[in-house]
């Protein structure tokens, strides 16, 4: 079957890396373990021969036909399917929180982090291998080159933690980057920084809106007076210059409370107005 370039189709072809991305998702025996793109079925035989189910979910018609021919249906499903549009939570009714894996579209790797953020729920755990330059982003550490907004966005869920990395000869065809494999345990952390999880998400936008921005400026970028700004900053603890890249997720927490907390804030977002409530 020819690839399809526009799919992100790059087939593992490396046996090693099958079983280590498999053996870190933990125990299998009698779970659901969802796969993302199973393309050919190189993760998906090794999924099925320790998992209680899997559900794979596979948008290309030819691939999502030859898994059927390829595997007992009794332990596979095969959903042919965009994956931004399955339904984790239905999923997980039948068997528990979900074990995910997936060797990623790399061409939709951020809404897939979205939408399973979205459904964290219906999850456990996710195994999924992303670009390097990608994986790097989701573990880095605030005040790293590579933290930002994707970054406390992810880890807001729960914490990821790169596992190997596979040069391009580790697929057919190689694609043009290397790829990294990371682990993401979901625990969402919104409720122990008491914060809710819609309006803290919308602050964070605009708290990372503009990278070269300090965190005070791009505050009164979002509509917050000058004063509200100063004033919550200090009593978060964080200095009048510092950018959102640099703070740690608690005191940005803390800053949300405090703005929230002050009458007459308003934070304009792309989408709406955020308003105390
Ligand atoms: N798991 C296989 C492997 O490791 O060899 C294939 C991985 S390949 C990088 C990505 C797979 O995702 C392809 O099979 C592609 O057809 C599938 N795919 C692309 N877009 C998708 C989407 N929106 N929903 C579900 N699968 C998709």
Same mark, same amino acid.
């Given at each position: 079957?020819?690839?399809?370039?526009k799919?992100?189709?790059?087939?593992?072809?490396d046996?090693?890396?099958?079983?280590?991305?498999?053996?870190?998702?933990g125990?299998?025996?009698?779970?659901t373990?969802?796969?993302?793109?199973?393309?050919?079925?190189?993760?998906?035989?090794?999924?099925a021969?320790?998992?209680g189910?899997?559900?794979?979910?596979?948008?290309?018609?030819?691939?999502?036909?030859?898994?059927?021919?390829?595997?007992?249906?009794?332990?596979?499903?095969?959903?042919?399917?965009?994956?931004?549009?399955?339904?984790?939570?239905?999923?997980?009714?039948?068997?528990?929180?979900?074990?995910?894996?997936?060797?990623?579209?790399?061409?939709i790797?951020?809404?897939i982090l979205?939408? #399973? @953020? &979205?459904?964290?729920?219906? /999850?456990?755990?996710?195994?999924?291998?992303?670009? =390097?330059?990608?994986a790097?982003?989701? %573990?880095?550490?605030?005040?790293?080159r590579?933290?930002?907004?994707?970054?406390?966005?992810?880890?807001?869920?729960?914490?990821?933690e790169?596992?190997?990395?596979?040069?391009?000869?580790?697929?057919?065809?190689?694609?043009k980057?290397?790829?990294?494999?990371?682990?993401?345990?979901?625990?969402?952390?919104?409720g122990?920084?008491g914060?809710?999880?819609?309006g803290?998400?919308?602050?964070?936008?605009?708290?990372?809106a503009?990278k070269r921005?300090?965190?005070?400026?791009?505050?009164?970028?979002?509509?917050?007076?000058p004063?509200?700004?100063?004033?919550?900053?200090?009593?978060?603890?964080?200095?009048a210059?510092?950018?959102?890249?640099?703070?740690?997720?608690?005191? #940005? @927490? &803390?800053?949300?409370?405090? /703005?929230?907390?002050?009458?007459?804030v308003?934070i =304009?977002?792309?989408?709406t107005?955020? %308003?105390?409530?």
């Amino acid at each position: 079957m020819p690839k399809k370039p526009k799919l992100g189709q790059n087939f593992l072809v490396d046996d090693e890396a099958v079983e280590r991305i498999v053996g870190a998702l933990g125990d299998l025996a009698g779970r659901t373990a969802v796969e993302i793109g199973p393309g050919r079925g190189a993760l998906t035989g090794a999924l099925a021969a320790r998992a209680g189910r899997v559900v794979a979910i596979e948008l290309d018609r030819d691939f999502s036909a030859g898994l059927r021919g390829q595997f007992d249906a009794e332990r596979v499903t095969v959903v042919e399917q965009d994956v931004l549009q399955f339904d984790f939570a239905a999923a997980a009714e039948a068997g528990g929180r979900l074990r995910v894996v997936g060797n990623l579209p790399y061409y939709i790797t951020s809404p897939i982090l979205l939408k #399973l @953020a &979205a459904s964290h729920a219906a /999850l456990d755990v996710a195994v999924l291998m992303v670009q =390097r330059e990608v994986a790097e982003r989701v %573990t880095a550490a605030p005040g790293s080159r590579d933290y930002g907004l994707l970054s406390v966005t992810v880890q807001m869920y729960g914490p990821a933690e790169q596992l190997f990395t596979l040069p391009p000869s580790a697929f057919s065809p190689p694609p043009k980057v290397h790829s990294t494999v990371f682990r993401w345990r979901f625990a969402p952390r919104f409720g122990e920084l008491g914060v809710d999880e819609g309006g803290f998400l919308r602050f964070l936008r605009q708290a990372f809106a503009q990278k070269r921005k300090t965190l005070n400026n791009n505050l009164r970028a979002a509509g917050i007076a000058p004063a509200d700004a100063a004033a919550a900053l200090e009593s978060a603890g964080i200095a009048a210059q510092a950018r959102a890249e640099a703070v740690p997720v608690e005191a #940005l @927490a &803390a800053l949300w409370r405090g /703005l929230r907390a002050s009458d007459g804030v308003e934070i =304009r977002t792309e989408e709406t107005a955020i %308003t105390k409530s």
